[in-house]
């Protein structure tokens, strides 16, 4: 069973541009889940989402950034103008739907530098 | 709202020497409360949890953490580090959202191994 897949691993966006990061969850997992780290601190909670529907986003900065999960592929973070302060290590986390508590499973991570 | 401290930042510990990692935490139920370690540029992977029940929760690569309700704390330990350990370790704790959670993460614990 794959684990948790995003990409790119690395992207490189100019001030201005937009970034789009992509998550494949686990199979089986119903559940997707995005994290921010900024460089020298922790993963701060951006959004949690199941398919099609956004369950959880009190941790999106309010322009911006949207995210979905369709129906059919992958997760999908996206940055509008990207700002330099964008720059950092995007996690995004998965988690199947089996009851009281799921464990989330990180992927490696897509590190985004805005030039 | 729940929330995460590790008060070290850093840690030098002797390759066979023991090792104590603090993590602190506030939350308004019965805590979830995750250990995670993340290598250079690497994602996250989960070393221990705890759910309920035994206080004293067994991980991965020998590790383990007790939960102290009395004192809001999780610190994560082992008897023998191995300079493979070195590597950034994070408590979390998890929230309940629906039938999954979000977690909080603190600000991270570098542990450095001398040989």
Same mark, same amino acid.
């Given at each position: 069973?794959?684990?948790?897949m995003q990409?790119?691993?690395h992207?490189? /966006?100019r001030?201005?541009?937009?970034a @789009?990061? @992509?998550?494949?969850?686990?199979?089986?997992?119903?559940?997707?889940?995005w994290y921010?780290?900024?460089?020298?601190?922790?993963?701060?909670?951006?959004?949690?989402?199941?398919?099609e529907?956004i !369950?959880?986003?009190?941790?999106?900065?309010?322009e @911006?950034?949207?995210a979905?999960?369709?129906?059919?592929?992958?997760? !999908?973070?996206? !940055?509008?103008?990207?700002?330099?302060?964008?720059?950092a290590a995007y996690?995004?986390?998965?988690?199947?739907? /089996?009851?009281?508590y799921n464990?989330?499973?990180?992927?490696?991570?897509?590190r985004?530098?805005?030039? | 709202?729940? $929330?995460v401290?590790q008060?070290?930042i850093?840690i030098?510990?002797s390759?066979?020497?023991?090792?104590?990692l603090?993590?602190?935490? $506030?939350?308004?139920?019965?805590p979830?409360?995750?250990?995670?370690?993340q $290598?250079?540029?690497q994602?996250?992977?989960?070393l221990?949890?705890y759910f309920s029940?035994?206080?004293?929760?067994?991980?991965?690569?020998g590790?383990?953490?007790?939960?102290?309700?009395s004192?809001?704390?999780?610190?994560l330990?082992?008897?023998?580090v191995?300079?493979?350990?070195?590597?950034e370790y994070?408590?979390?704790?998890?929230?309940?959202?629906?039938?999954? $959670?979000?977690?909080?993460?603190?600000t991270?614990?570098r542990?450095?191994?001398?040989l």
């Amino acid at each position: 069973n794959a684990g948790v897949m995003q990409n790119p691993r690395h992207l490189v /966006r100019r001030r201005g541009q937009e970034a @789009r990061l @992509r998550c494949s969850p686990m199979k089986g997992h119903s559940h997707v889940y995005w994290y921010r780290q900024l460089p020298e601190e922790g993963l701060k909670f951006m959004v949690y989402l199941q398919k099609e529907n956004i !369950i959880d986003e009190s941790g999106m900065p309010k322009e @911006r950034f949207s995210a979905e999960f369709p129906k059919e592929g992958p997760s !999908i973070l996206r !940055i509008q103008q990207v700002v330099r302060g964008d720059s950092a290590a995007y996690f995004c986390a998965s988690s199947p739907d /089996r009851g009281a508590y799921n464990e989330q499973f990180f992927g490696p991570g897509t590190r985004l530098t805005v030039l | 709202a729940q $929330s995460v401290t590790q008060p070290d930042i850093h840690i030098t510990v002797s390759e066979g020497a023991s090792l104590e990692l603090r993590c602190n935490y $506030s939350y308004g139920a019965t805590p979830y409360l995750f250990w995670y370690v993340q $290598s250079p540029g690497q994602g996250l992977q989960l070393l221990l949890k705890y759910f309920s029940g035994d206080t004293l929760v067994q991980g991965i690569k020998g590790f383990e953490a007790e939960f102290k309700r009395s004192q809001s704390s999780f610190n994560l330990r082992k008897p023998s580090v191995h300079w493979s350990d070195a590597a950034e370790y994070f408590c979390a704790v998890g929230a309940r959202t629906g039938t999954a $959670s979000k977690l909080t993460f603190g600000t991270g614990t570098r542990l450095q191994v001398t040989l």
